[in-house]
């Protein structure tokens, strides 16, 4: 089992920036993936970016050049910076994990942080 707590959402206007930061414990393989999806009201779960172990990325379009993931592996930690926010980035971001290379391995996640950008 995998246990995932996010932090650092909050209300900002139009611009601004934020941090969010995922705490993953429990059963975490070495090679693995950890990401941010979102979703807003009314709009199915979309990917925001994902960063391998060893250290691929990966973004959505909408968010290329104004988000960065990063992640600490020796403390099981993975950020979002997320800056130039638009009333759009407006969600529910969810922390999850991924094991890779294991056949029908589960996916983790958190309860999520709610991110809400004011125009």
């Known amino acids: 089992q995998v246990q995932l707590v996010e932090s650092g959402g909050g209300l900002v206007q139009a611009g601004g920036s934020l941090r969010l930061s995922c705490a993953a414990s429990g059963s975490i393989f070495n090679v693995n993936v950890m990401g941010w999806y979102r979703q807003a009201p009314g709009k199915q779960r979309e990917l925001v970016a994902t960063?391998?172990?060893?250290?691929?990325?990966n973004y959505a379009d909408s968010v290329k050049g104004r988000f960065t993931i990063s992640r600490d592996n020796a403390k099981n930690m993975v950020y979002l910076q997320m800056n130039s926010l638009k009333p759009e980035d407006t969600a529910v971001y969810y922390c999850n994990y991924h094991r890779l290379f294991m056949r029908n391995s589960p996916d983790y996640w958190g309860r999520g942080t709610q991110v809400t950008v004011s125009s």
């Open positions: 960063l391998t172990s060893g250290a691929i990325s």
